[in-house]
């Protein structure tokens, strides 16, 4: 793949694709750690004499149809005072089109890409006209290279010229540290809500690690699915027979799953739930499993100490509940502290890390959500395919 920094971008019009994607209510921004990571492409792309254009989606509008609720103005101006400076948005007016690009070290925001019929489903013509927007394509948003769209995949194809953006590269890295050849052992860490979202994450898993550790409602559904009873808890029953499958294969393959020997169960769904200890044959009917038990983090505890490499995606836990917080909290800390390579990925596991303050002492964290899990199942992805066919020189 070529990358921007073997790029010339002083004075060229350089259409970048960032994951500007950031959760909002009413307008107001929740979480700004998305736009925090493209600045510093935005700075260097600007640092080095770039006209730019910046591109990307936010939500899911109704295809082809502007949405006022979905619209990037409170991103341009959260940029405009980041990078000091009047961030234009251009609205997806005909006359965008033909309008004359920034001047050099100066930049406009495109409205949301995803108001323009033709996105979702990678429409050339549409990749066409994008790629007529510029000099130079970036596709820096990983996050959204799972998806063949026309400004995640068809432009790279269209464009004078195509490179990877800084983010991407350093994600691909990251991401390729832990799939090829890494320094064993390699454990991951897989827990979360729904074993039927991440099943074949796990079966991917199961050819590239040396330990697994599981919790959350994945945990919930293996118990169920080896006899144990679960009470209440979160737990997919259609999921069985996938769960046993998950197991047998594990088994044969010698695959380390330590199980759990106890759990820490709730009374009531609610944060004010009280909360017990249980060993894990011993769940009521009348109880939510909600968190992993002690004398399991110390098992689990002694396991991450060993890894060389470490994936975490999904808590152990209902963290969000200081008394069914422990086991995530515990997971989080062995994992900062075993000098392992560490990357973590998903939205509520770096909310877990934001909560103790351990991003920082994290090797990698990922906010690419599908497209991270998409990777590490081993997916080729559309947008680094292109890249890829577009190859290193311009
Ligand atoms: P990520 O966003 O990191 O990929 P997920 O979205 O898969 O993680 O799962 C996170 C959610 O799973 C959290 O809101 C957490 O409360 C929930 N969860 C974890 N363990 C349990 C459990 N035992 N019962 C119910 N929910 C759980
Ligand atoms: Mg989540």
Known sequence: ????????????????????????????????????????????????????????????????????????????????????????????????????????????????????????????????????????????????AHRAEASTHGVILKAPEACAGPLLIREVEALTRII?????????????????????????????????????????????????????????????????????????????IPMPVDVVVGHLPMPTSEADVRPIDKVASDEWIFDIGPRTIARYRALLSQAKTLLWNGPVGVFEYDQFAQGTEAIARAMVQSGAYTVVGGGDSLAALDRWGLADRVSYCSTAGGAFIEFVEGRPLPALEALRERGGGP
Not at 189 to 197: E, H, L, P
Not at 229 to 244: F, N, T
Request: proline share 7%; glycine share 8%; aromatic share 4%.
């Open 1 to 144: 793949m070529r990358r921007m920094a073997d790029c010339e971008l002083r004075g060229r019009v350089v259409l970048l694709r960032e994951d500007l994607n950031v959760p909002m209510d009413g307008g107001r921004i929740t979480n700004t750690r998305r736009i925090e990571a493209a600045l510093s492409t935005i700075r260097e792309a600007l640092g080095a004499g770039a006209r730019l254009r910046l591109l990307s989606h936010l939500g899911r509008p109704q295809a082809g149809q502007s949405d006022p609720a979905l619209s990037l103005a409170p991103v341009a101006a959260y940029l405009s005072q980041a990078l000091d400076r009047p961030v234009p948005l251009l609205p997806w007016t005909e006359a965008v089109w033909r309008e004359p690009p920034p001047e050099a070290g100066e930049l406009v925001l495109h409205e949301n890409i995803r108001f323009l019929p033709g996105e979702r489903e990678d429409d050339p013509e549409l990749a066409t006209r994008l790629a007529g927007l510029c000099e130079l394509f970036v596709m820096d948003a990983f996050a959204t």
């Open 180 to 256: 090829e050849a890494p320094e064993r052992p390699l454990v991951a860490i897989i827990g979360g809500a729904k074993i039927s979202t991440k099943i074949d994450l796990l079966n991917a898993l199961l050819d590239r690690v040396d330990g697994l550790i599981l919790g959350g409602g994945i945990l919930n559904t293996l118990l169920y699915a080896q006899g144990f009873p679960v009470g209440q808890s979160l737990c997919e029953h259609d999921a069985a027979d996938q769960a046993r499958n998950f197991l047998a294969v594990a088994q044969a393959r010698g695959k380390e």
